[in-house]
């Protein structure tokens, strides 16, 4: 087989049901120049059969067998037998529509400031039974450019990990995946992002998300809510000393006790919270650990203060930047948002 252009790494663990579906969506590619490396890890249910069944009628599907060892060692172990200039990210629960592939090597290909591309994507599950994961997919829909992944990165993950497709020599450069108690693919963007790596995305729906009850972000502590919190933390304490420390005091948006809590993580990264900021008439004026609580009414101009917008509630991300923006503080200058 000729050097490929795209490895698309996929771990599999006890998927023998659905695999076959994701296989049977990247040999649909219209782009030809591809390899599979689909890394076994482990696997109990058959899906080592199905797997070798179907490289048996596909040259270009590579099977990696290994001991169970987690999902970070089957991706470091992808990454280690891949081959292409390109990483495409698959998972054996998810569907690629044909023209994936194609489209996101073109950007890489006419963009050469873009390291990392990922795609609109559709969801897969039940919008009446999985609410919260549709609405996640919807957020995920609307962050498109390298503006707006860089000013999101701290709210969120930006991208659905099987969707996708980054340069090779990231991966010497910055660093695969990490293991740890945070959830391994937000890590490696933060990581890059702070590096310098510009993601944007292709604005179409190129990947079915399927969210079937075993997804490991369903099940494994370290997709957990507080595990982003705490994966961010660090991350976002450095933006801030690099672009805020020493010029502006930093107030945090929200003051109830889970706000407060998560915003405790900056201070263990040498961030000062100078105060709070609340619309709930019960909290303003009151004094906590790091400073006063005020209202809204009560910000300084622009200028003179950052914010940082850590309520997590539905819906108040938008009302926080409604409120902001129109008192003349600009997203990314005056304010961020990390939740």
Known sequence: MNQPLISVVMPVFNA????????????????????LVAVDD?????????????????ARLRVVSQPH???????????????GEFIARMDADDVAHPERLAEQAALLANRPEIGVVGCRIEFGGSRARQAGYAL???????????????????????????????????????????DGDFPE?????????????????????LLTWNDPPARLSRCD??????????CKAGYLARWLN????????????????????????????GVRIAGYVDIDPKKRGRRLANGPVIGPEALPPPHAVFIVGYVARRGARELIRGALT?????EGRNFIMAA
């Open 16 to 35: 023998a049901g659905v695999v076959g579906q994701a296989v049977a969506s990247i040999r649909r590619q219209t782009f030809a120049g591809w390899e």
């Open 42 to 58: 482990g696997s109990t249910d058959g899906t080592t059969g199905r797997l070798r069944q179907e490289a048996a009628g596909e």
């Open 69 to 83: 060892s987690g999902i970070v060692a089957a991706l470091n172990a992808g990454l280690a037998a891949a081959r």
């Open 136 to 178: 996640h997919v919807d957020w995920l829909n609307t962050v498109m450019t390298p503006e707006d992944i860089a000013l999101n990165r701290f709210v969120e993950s930006p991208f659905a990990h099987p969707s996708v497709l980054f340069r090779r020599e990231l991966v010497s450069r910055w660093g695969g995946y990490r």
């Open 185 to 205: 693919d937000y890590e490696l963007w933060l990581r890059w992002l702070e590096a310098g790596v510009r993601m944007a995305k292709v604005p179409r729906v």
């Open 221 to 230: 502590p370290r997709y957990a809510v507080e595990a982003f919190y705490r």
């Open 242 to 269: 690099l672009h805020v420390a020493g010029r502006q005091p930093v107030l945090v948006w929200g003051a109830g006790r889970p706000t407060r809590k998560r915003a405790e993580l900056l201070t263990r990264h």
């Open 326 to 330: 129109g008192r003349g503080f600009r």
